[in-house]
C-alpha cells in the first residue's frame, strides 16, 4: 500500500451550546491522548491545522501506509 498524501479533514461542529476553546487543536500518532499531541495554532499558517470560522481543518500531509493518527480540538459547554 502507498502513503496517503494531503489529506485533509474538516469538521464543523454544532456550537449552539457550546464555544471552541482558543488554542485546542492537537495532533497525534494512532495511540495518543489529547495531553500528548502535539499543539498546533489556530491561525492560517503552515502547522497543519487551524481554526477558521467555526470550521477545524487538519491537514495530515502524508500518512504512511497501515498508519493512523488522531486530531483533537476543545470546546466550552455554554
Known amino acids: 500500500m502507498a502513503a496517503i498524501q494531503s489529506l ?3 469538521d464543523k461542529p454544532d456550537l ?3 464555544e471552541y476553546a482558543t488554542g485546542s487543536l ?9 495531553e500528548t499531541a502535539v499543539g ?3 491561525g492560517q499558517d503552515s502547522d497543519e ?8 481543518i ?3 500531509e502524508t500518512i504512511p501506509s ?3 493518527g488522531r486530531v483533537y480540538f476543545r470546546v466550552r459547554i455554554r
Open 26 to 34: 492537537r495532533m497525534g500518532t494512532a495511540g495518543s491522548t489529547y
Open 8 to 10: 485533509i479533514i474538516t
Open 40 to 42: 498546533k495554532s489556530d
Open 66 to 68: 497501515k498508519e493512523g
Open 16 to 18: 449552539t451550546h457550546a
Open 58 to 60: 487538519f491537514d495530515a
Open 49 to 56: 491545522a487551524a481554526w477558521d470560522g467555526g470550521i477545524a
